[in-house]
């Protein structure tokens, strides 16, 4: 099977940053994209920023200019760099690899557990 493994949440002042990180586990052969949702108490989860493995980015506007989303495709992971923090920012963030192919289970995709960050002061 596949884990997604986040960390990198916690509370931060406005204006602040924070740095998430979400590694991928398994037995991966390749997967499509990796990318990072978020869900806010009674809302729905929206898309925050996705990379796919040839590098394409895609971006809320919400957060463009704000976050910057990178990856490592050779240790399965992907980053999310948060700078310029809102209280409109908080959330639980959940990531996302999209497009897995993993050996002898085939295609498909995967949600990680969710870390919270909270923005306040």
Known sequence: QVQLVESGGGL???????????????????????????????????????????????????????????????????????NSLKPEDTAVYFCQARGVVVKDIGMGDYWGQGTQVTVAS
Do not use: E, H
């Not at 390749?30 to 989860?45: E, H, I, L, S």
């Not at 040839?54 to 992907?78: C, E, H, L, M, P």
């Open 12 to 82: 931060v002042q406005p204006g602040g940053s924070l740095s998430l990180s979400c590694a991928a586990s398994g037995n991966i052969f390749t997967y499509y994209a990796m990318g990072w949702y978020r869900q806010a108490p009674g809302k729905q989860r929206d898309l925050v920023a996705t990379i796919t493995r040839s590098g394409n980015t895609n971006y809320a506007d919400s957060v463009k200019g704000r976050f910057t989303i990178s990856s490592d495709n050779a240790k399965n992971t992907v980053y999310l760099q948060m």
